[in-house]
């Protein structure tokens, strides 16, 4: 491993994350002359926000691990995040991300199964071939359960999709699964190949998990109330394919009149117009959707520092993954 | 592990197949009461011939393993083959395998995806569990490096369909990547877990290789000359579909008249009739294309017998090795 001395202090978090970029693309060069093109065409130029492998190098630093040690964990779930980016965009016919075509847009539904197939596996092969021999194992099992947790969390949203009657708890069980799985395990990787004993484990599980639940809530407001420079996608797409996130959820979930309208929006055959786009924009805020999802979101936040709290940390270690926590509200619109 | 100390001998192969499929079961039911069923139609009542786990048994029995410490390694390839099976009949636009729908004419393309993405997770989950933890990691890499391999070849696949240039040099290559490499790690796979000292375990990936491609040019026969109350696709179905299979590549590889009518229906944007069918079938015998085939076939389970002669192994070991190479021959049309 390249383990770096420097960076045992747990504090710099963040500082090394560039380092992951070369080896994604390193690992994605390993698909050939065929694959790697369509693989480095999801992940872009700059590799996009690298949410995970900074919790990867943060939770593996917070344990006085380096980041030389996290590296294998921090590539293996960025890849398995691309990998299910590109499917999740087949199966629900998303055509832009990231400001560009999806890659099925751009390659074909085929290539992009493939391509997804082929980053799952990488995942794996970079985390049992690069983490430290005694971790390998482990580590490969912990990153497996996330992607069926994901694969479980992305069934309940293809099958809430269109629904009109998914239930907050709903909304939330399915943001555990497919967003929460994969932070929950990149901070139980970066804690486990950091070092952490196996009783720490599932305390950064835990914290990632949540942590990703505020994140997707998230990501949600910003489908709605985003600015479409900032978000990569076209204003209110989100509502424009009737897609059935938090916000909305929680605002059909109440009665009154404007839930029965977003209600008939949202049940209608018609294409959305940009009228109706903004129409329903209004009435999820004014059913209350945009407020639930805000105080969700700081709720999740609080069991991330909770978590935090039960694990023994030094309070440097503490005080950098509070920090961390709290940027993903900062986010917030 | 679940030892069981009366098979250690090397020569019961096969005996014990019938414990992959409970064990194959057990893991799929984890995948929850949505996508269980999915992957339960793909596998079916009898989960199909179990080719790999027969494999992966017989190479730890050939090391004198067990079949219990081999199982999860069973488990595994054929969780990767059955994951695979699903997304190359989305790819493929593939209806029918095993006499029963396939999974996207059945679920829909979207559960397709995801019930091979849950299969591919499951098999790494599986193996880096219940893999001895001294294997667990190396195990999870062999895997890894095979799914790459399988999505390489899966994507020359693709590229050669509709071909009608293909060499066969491209067809084999292909092969080898696409039934070669899964074949492969079952026999890696099965020494490896089974206590091979490291330095055989290239030489059972090359056992396993050179019989996949045997194997595959005996399904690629089958595809053409099988009976289809036998292979579950109806008869001539590769030919109909154009695929550019090995007795075809062959086929439009020579010179004449027949190669060349051979290409003009390949050409041809018109549906196959039947007519058309049988008259595609018999100008690929008269090209070649079936002999070239069968003698690549004994070509390459000669060359899985010479990877098992440079193996220290028991004469037994060795004997059942050989006999099963030899079934895969004796299922040619």
Chains 1, 2 share one sequence.
Not at 175 to 197: D, E, S
Not at 218 to 246: E, H, I, M, Q, Y
Request: with cysteine; hydrophobic share 45%.
């Amino acid at each position: 491993m390249t383990a770096v001395a420097e960076s045992r202090a747990p504090v710099h978090v963040g500082v090394d994350i560039a380092l992951v970029v070369p080896e994604l693309r390193r690992w994605i060069d390993r698909l050939g002359p065929d694959l790697s093109p369509i693989c480095a065409h999801q992940l872009g130029a700059d590799c996009g926000k690298l949410v995970r492998p900074t919790l990867v190098f943060a939770c593996a630093q917070a344990v006085g691990g380096s980041t030389g040690d996290a590296l294998p964990g921090a590539v293996a779930v960025e890849l398995i995040h691309n990998a299910s980016l590109i499917h999740d965009d087949v199966m629900d016919g998303d055509e832009f991300r990231r400001h560009r075509p999806t890659v099925w847009k751009q390659y074909g539904v085929a290539q992009a199964v493939l391509a997804g197939d082929a980053l799952i596996g990488l995942a794996f092969e970079a985390l049992a071939t690069d983490a430290a021999r005694e971790n390998a194992g482990a580590a490969a099992a912990d990153l497996a359960r996330a992607v069926r947790a994901l694969a479980i969390g992305q069934h309940a949203d293809l099958r809430l999709e269109g629904s009109t009657t998914a239930t907050t708890a709903e909304c939330l069980a399915l943001m555990a699964g497919k967003t929460g799985a994969l932070l929950g395990v990149a901070c139980r990787l970066g804690a486990r190949l950091g070092g952490a004993p196996s009783g720490w484990l599932d305390g950064f599980t835990d914290y990632g998990g949540n942590l990703g639940v505020a994140f997707q809530l998230v990501d949600d407001l910003l489908g709605v109330w985003g600015d479409p420079a900032v978000t990569g996608k076209p204003t209110g797409s989100d509502l424009r394919a009737r897609k059935n996130t938090a916000p909305v959820a929680a605002a059909l979930a109440r009665s009154g009149a404007a839930p029965a309208r977003l209600r008939a929006l949202y049940q209608s055959q018609a294409p959305m117009t940009d009228h109706d786009v903004a129409e329903a924009t209004a009435l999820v805020e004014r059913a209350g959707g945009r407020a639930w999802t805000v105080d969700q979101c700081h709720r999740h936040v609080a069991r991330a520092w909770d978590a935090l709290d039960r694990l023994p940390l030094d309070a440097d270690a503490r005080d950098a993954l509070r920090d961390l926590a709290d940027r993903v509200v900062a986010r917030m619109p």
